[in-house]
């Protein structure tokens, strides 16, 4: 284990907790603001009490994620200051737009918002809270506009030695930031909806709070319908990004060793990296991973085997992570269908009730097993094309970094248990634990 690995293993799991948090807070946000406005629009003080719930339960989320997101950005000076060194002007002022400006707002506006209950008028309330799903939103799009620069380098110059700012707006509007912002916030929303459906699950089949969680139900399960079809729609043209741009990950992804036009798709397949083949390739579709790439079934796909070994990503875990990943979108989009189409009557179908419910962690695996594509996927590139990751790391010793990363796993343990703690306690005791007067019962 030497400083490189341990630095990536750090980075990874200081960035791994952080996104434990990350995605509840940005479609949480949003699901508190279309309660807080059907409050709103129909003085329906059940909509009230369901925005005072929810929201303690975000606070506790984001309160605990802003502790293990300030850490992880020190890293890039401790870690990797040899990367810090190239391509600060661009990835630095990227982040430090992020922080003093998304960021303050989203923090001032949550503290308006939990303070302002009795001093606000409803309309202003509901505007604050819209603001912070805003700002929420913002903040994600700076920082995932930094990782796509690292993902697809545009719109700088070197100079000194140094990659440095040329062209600010090539930065920000390039297509693979855009396509890798629309997919994570979707899959945010998409985690916050399984969420709120699964802790109002819980509420109608245990406690006597049926018609008040009904409603959150609802109004969760047509939310996440919408962003789990956009997600997978939205996915396939993601990965035609990829393709255009990070072929070497594609080929990865899909295990492809050898460049073809026509390319089939596999259903069955099963990698043999060392010895640069499939051991197992079975149920072929012809030419459908060209027309899944490019449109077009006759486009050609490079494998992995035109690259140099040296540059080629892992296949086993980026292969493995994709297919996991894609399998759980497509078990989210069953659900959703079922969930909206029994919305109305959801009560008499306790058993897809505890299935929701006991489906809550999987959109979280499924955020992290994207970012395990994303990440992994570009190895061994830190910018892809431009900067290995092995000239990206601090050169400290071995040892330092052992300590630090057990000592960030020991930390960040504490703080994931406390926080899953904290939410499980206060979404099981229901709106009973709001300082307020308790939630209306059922008849």
């Not at 109002?200 to 969760?220: C, N």
Request: glycine fraction near 6%; charged fraction near 15%; aromatic fraction near 14%.
């Amino acid at each position: 284990m030497d400083t490189l690995m341990l630095s990536r293993l750090q980075f990874a799991a200081a960035t791994m907790f952080h996104f434990l948090f990350v995605p509840l807070t940005l479609g949480l946000s949003v699901l508190l603001a279309i309660l807080e406005s059907c409050f709103v629009r129909t003085g329906d003080e059940d909509y009230k009490t369901l925005t005072k719930f929810f929201g303690k339960l975000f606070l506790i989320n984001f309160a605990i994620g802003v502790v293990t997101g300030i850490t992880l950005e020190f890293q890039f000076g401790t870690n990797w200051s040899r990367y810090s060194q190239y391509v600060g002007d661009i990835f630095g002022s990227l982040l430090a737009v992020e922080a003093t400006v998304a960021f303050f707002l989203e923090s001032t506006f949550i503290a308006v918002w939990y303070l302002g209950w009795n001093r606000l008028s409803k309309r202003a309330h509901a505007a604050v809270i819209w603001v912070v799903a805003l700002a929420s939103s913002m903040s994600a799009f700076w920082i995932l506009v930094a990782n796509s620069w690292m993902q697809n380098p545009v719109g700088y110059v070197i100079r000194n030695g140094r990659a440095e700012m040329a062209d600010f707006l090539a930065v920000i509007s390039q297509p693979y930031a855009i396509v890798t912002f629309l997919h994570t916030v979707a899959a945010a929303f998409v985690l916050s909806g399984f969420f709120v459906m699964g802790v109002s699950a819980y509420h109608i089949l245990k406690t006597g709070h049926r018609p008040l969680f009904k409603k959150s139900f609802v109004t969760a399960a047509s939310f996440t319908l919408v962003f789990v079809i956009f997600l997978v729609v939205q996915g396939h043209e993601h990965g035609g990004h990829v393709y255009k741009y990070q072929p070497a990950k594609l080929a990865a992804m899909e295990s492809h060793w050898v460049t073809e036009k026509n390319a089939p798709q596999y259903f069955i397949l099963i990698p043999d990296p060392k010895n640069e083949h499939n051991t197992v390739e079975a149920l072929p579709i012809p030419g459908f991973l060209s027309f899944l790439a490019a449109h077009d079934f006759n486009a050609e796909v490079k494998g992995l085997k035109d690259f140099p070994p040296e540059d080629r990503p892992p296949v086993m875990p980026v292969f493995v992570a994709f297919r996991a990943m894609a399998f759980l979108g497509f078990l989210f989009l069953g659900v959703c269908v079922l969930a909206w189409w029994k919305r109305a009557n959801i009560e008499k179908y306790p058993l897809l009730l505890r299935g929701i419910i006991a489906l809550i962690p999987l959109p979280y695996m499924a955020c992290l097993l994207g970012w395990t594509v994303t990440e992994v996927g570009r190895q061994p590139w830190l910018v892809y094309g431009l900067m290995r990751t092995a000239d990206g790391v601090s050169p400290v010793p071995a040892a330092n970094v052992l300590v630090s990363l057990i000592a960030f796993i020991a930390v960040y343990t504490l703080l994931g248990v406390l926080n899953f703690y904290l939410i499980i306690k206060f979404a099981k005791q229901g709106p009973d634990s709001l300082s307020g007067a308790p939630a209306k019962e059922a008849a």
